[in-house]
């Protein structure tokens, strides 16, 4: 019998015998528990640290925005303001100065890189996140850097380099775009749309409200305000108020917050609801984006479709519309009216839809990239989760095409023919010959 067999399975009925035998083997097995006990725990403590420092997704206190946060940038310095002069510098006659956020994202880079071109002073600044590939976004730096726009690093949230930047530079215009944008990833990281959207909002108009002049802002909101909405097309006027996604909440906050900043302190704003903007340079976490590079792998293609087998549909609208309705904008808003932090009058406070105004089918959209690509695809029709996702967008954008000249020009396949040129040339090695 081993002595394992003197163990009662049962725990509390074990009779200890007075053997010196078992007392010294007992000491032996209580030390050794210890000794066990003691080098587990250590594993333990050390698993924990582990899972601490290197596990943002599963630990909210460290996840990407609160890293961002803490993250330190470089600036300032006497050569660091030269730069930052020369490229706001303005070269045309009546030109603007604009300090555009989000300069390296896909809407930032081509509206810097469009009011370059006409001659504006431009100065970008961006955090570089890695909410999508940052590759993508020092890409998109080098293109503007060849044409003179500097890109300040830097998060919004920063007061004393907002602050900096103005003392630098008067600034006429604000050209907003830094935000954390898709619909779904809300779920998965929460707090990054608050940093960005509401706090940075904030931050940001905290600044201008005191620079002296105060600069005019026109700003991103999101065809994802009309949430539940159900009357199309959407108009300004119809409802906002029942988003379906926390990004719609933020970007709702966003056009209440303006509304307050130019109540209170007389600044010009402008709020532009892009209606899901492709085209080449694009976002990676968009639909149009990640279905051509998977096509291109041969995988499956989810295609969402509502309940009853209803068709999911989206307004999507080509960078180069949408570029040419945020400069309308710049050129049509009034100085703001207060100085130093005052209001002295009333001011322009806007806000406009920016779409097609011709909803496509998801799956037309994949039947598009199917021919463009020459791949056949493997569809994977699944049903719209209820992560955020509308069934429809459609915009009206009467308003915007009155007051801003707007006129969308380019259709889903014209747009896609584009993007998908770009896309080949830029993930086939030559990258930088895809501008
Ligand atoms: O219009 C807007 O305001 C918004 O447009 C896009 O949001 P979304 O329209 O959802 O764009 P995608 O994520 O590219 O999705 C496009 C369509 O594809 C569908 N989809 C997406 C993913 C997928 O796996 N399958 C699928 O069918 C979606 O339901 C949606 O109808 C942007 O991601 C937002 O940042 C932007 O603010």
Sequence with gaps: MSHLDDIPSTPGKFKMEKSPFIHSRMRWHWQSSLAKLTFWSIVFFCLILIFFFRSPSSNPLLQDPYRRSLRTYNWGGPAWEKRVRSSARV??????????????G?????????????GDGVLGLDNFNDYYDPSLKRARQELLERSGVFIVEGDINDSAL????????????VMHLAAQAGVRYAMENPGSYVHSNIAGFVNLLEVCKSANPQPAIVWASSSSVYGLNNKVPFSEKDRTDQPASLYAATKKAGEEIAHTYNHIYGLSLTGLRFFTVYGPWGRPDMAYFFFTRDILKRKPIPIFEAANHGTVARDFTYIDDIVKGCLAALDTAEKSTGTGGKKKGPAQLRVYNLGN??????????SILERLLKVKVKRNIMKLPRNGDVQFTHANVSLAQRELGYKPTTDLQTGLKKFVKWYTSFYSGGKKAAG
Excluded: I, Y
């Design 162 to 173: 907002l602050m900096k930047l103005f003392e630098v530079v008067a600034f006429t215009h």
């Design 91 to 104: 070269r045309s006659r009546n030109g603007f100065s604009v300090l555009v956020t989000g300069a390296a």
């Design 357 to 366: 105004t011709s909803p496509v089918p998801v799956s037309t959209l994949v």
């Design 106 to 118: 896909f809407v930032g880079t081509h509206v810097s890189s469009a009011l370059k071109k006409r």
